[in-house]
T-cell receptor, first 111, second 113 residues
Framework: AQRVTQPEKLLSVFKGAPVELKCNYS??????LFWYVQYSRQRLQLLLR??SRESIKGFTADLNKGETSFHLKKPFAQEEDSAMYYC?????????????FGTGTLLAVQP | SQTIHQWPATLVQPVGSPLSLECTVE??????LYWYRQAAGRGLQLLFY??????ISSEVPQNLSASRPQDRQFILSSKKLLLSDSGFYLC????????????FGNGTRLTVT
């Protein structure tokens, strides 16, 4: 079954500390993986996708197929990073058009 | 540029009343359209998706239904609301084909009393 697991409901760190939001997936094929973010009073929006291999707002995420993980990392957290983060999986293949989301992790960056 | 509109922003309805939430997309043709429900601790649950006019796929059995009467219009409905239908509903679209990301609306907070 296709599944995305985010084991932490809440992650609290201090400003300037490193951040790692965990995401593991279950899928037998080649997935496309995304991180979405929802800041307070804003709509859910795309943060980054693994295929782009880019850094957005200082965040990076590397797809590890061996560990079936796509953890989101940032070396120095900022208060404005506080938000709800969702990891999402798009299974490869034309038969499906679904994105499967994890349960989300609330990141709270303390001053 | 493409935009997505979802309304109403909030809705309070009594149990047993009907529901109609509307979502429209501008600036693109033949998008894939989605209805999600966002619940605390349960993340984003896909309810329905559509790849074309009149084509609806249901992900979970429930008291809700969806329709796509026009290319860029997606409607979430219920004939009789249940208390358990309360939640935050999100409409989203993406470009058909490939691995394009989802673009979400602002959501509707539905409270069934």
């Amino acid at each position: 079954a296709q599944r995305v697991t985010q084991p932490e409901k809440l992650l609290s760190v201090f400003k300037g500390a490193p951040v790692e939001l965990k995401c593991n997936y279950s899928y037998s094929g080649s997935p496309e993986l995304f991180w979405y973010v929802q800041y307070s009073r804003q709509r859910l929006q795309l943060l980054l996708r693994h295929i782009s291999r880019e850094s957005i707002k200082g965040f990076t995420a590397d797809l590890n197929k061996g560990e079936t993980s796509f953890h989101l990392k940032k070396p120095f957290a900022q208060e404005e990073d506080s938000a709800m983060y969702y990891c999402a999986l798009h299974p490869y293949g034309g038969a499906t058009n679904k994105l499967i989301f994890g349960t989300g992790t609330l990141l709270a960056v303390q001053p | 540029s493409q935009t997505i509109h979802q309304w109403p922003a909030t809705l309070v309805q009594p149990v047993g009343s009907p529901l109609s939430l509307e979502c429209t997309v501008e600036g693109t043709s033949n998008p894939n359209l989605y209805w999600y429900r966002q619940a605390a601790g349960r993340g984003l649950q896909l309810l329905f998706y559509s790849v074309g006019i009149g084509q609806i796929s249901s992900e979970v059995p429930q008291n809700l239904s969806a329709s796509r009467p026009q290319d860029r219009q997606f409607i979430l409905s219920s004939k009789k609301l249940l208390l358990s239908d309360s939640g935050f509903y999100l409409c989203a679209w993406r470009i058909a084909g490939g691995w394009s990301p989802l673009h979400f609306g602002n959501g509707t907070r539905l409270t069934v009393t």
